[in-house]
């Protein structure tokens, strides 16, 4: 009998690595080149050896969300994205990387953040999960944060919700971090199925 829709899940594989090599060591992340016994075969497989982020989908009192943009080189676009940055933190919770990151590129701080959604952004190329986190009742942080390289001229916009999902749909925005986390507000603030907010330390 084929399963529900609803029931299907992603599936953990241990499969083999008969030898790992690190290819090209970088500063954010590396490249690995991987031997894997699948089945009956040995094949090799080469990606990007990620830590991992976090990202805050930042919703005020008006259901705008906040959207920021910057240059990102790899494009050759500002493109539009929300508050993200790596778990680069030893020990630090994703969901305090989301709040840090909230603080460091819109200086605020969300006195209720809750989990949203996690992605896969890559798995063809990279091992690369973001979590994505649901902040609102915002206010401005104490302090504010010198931002340098790609982040000096970062531009912050609030843009209502059902905006920036028409500008997803119609192909106007399309990183992939950002379109996930504004559907997914979207729904969860139309009634979908809600995780109980985790209260962050201080607030």
């Known amino acids: 009998m084929p399963r529900a829709a609803s029931g299907l899940r992603d599936e953990p594989v241990e499969a083999e690595v ?8 970088g500063r954010v992340w590396d490249v690995r080149s991987d ?4 089945g009956d075969e040995q094949i090799v ?7 991992g982020a976090a990202a805050v989908i930042a919703i005020d009192e008006q259901d705008r969300v ?14 539009w994205e929300v508050p993200a940055g790596l778990l680069d933190v030893a020990g630090e919770p994703p969901i305090e990387t989301a709040a840090r990151e909230l603080a460091e590129e819109a200086d605020l701080v969300a006195a209720s953040i809750e989990p949203l959604v996690s992605i896969f952004t890559t798995p063809g ?24 390289q790609e982040e000096a001229d970062i531009r912050l916009e609030w843009v209502p919700l ?3 999902v028409a500008g997803v749909l119609e192909g106007r925005l399309r990183n992939g971090i950002l379109a996930v986390g504004v559907l997914a507000a979207a729904q969860r603030l139309a009634g979908g199925a809600a995780v109980e907010p985790e209260r962050l330390a201080g607030s």
Do not use: C, K, M, W
């Open 45 to 51: 497989r080469q990606y990007v050896d990620h830590p």
């Open 35 to 38: 031997t894997i016994r699948y």
């Open 66 to 79: 906040l959207l920021i943009q910057q240059y990102r080189h790899p494009i050759r676009h500002r493109d």
């Open 18 to 25: 008969v030898d790992s090599e690190l290819v090209y060591e």
């Open 125 to 148: 190329g990279n091992d690369e999960i973001v979590h994505l986190f649901l902040a609102r009742d915002l206010s401005a942080a104490p302090d504010t944060h010198a931002r340098e």
């Open 162 to 164: 059902a905006d920036a």
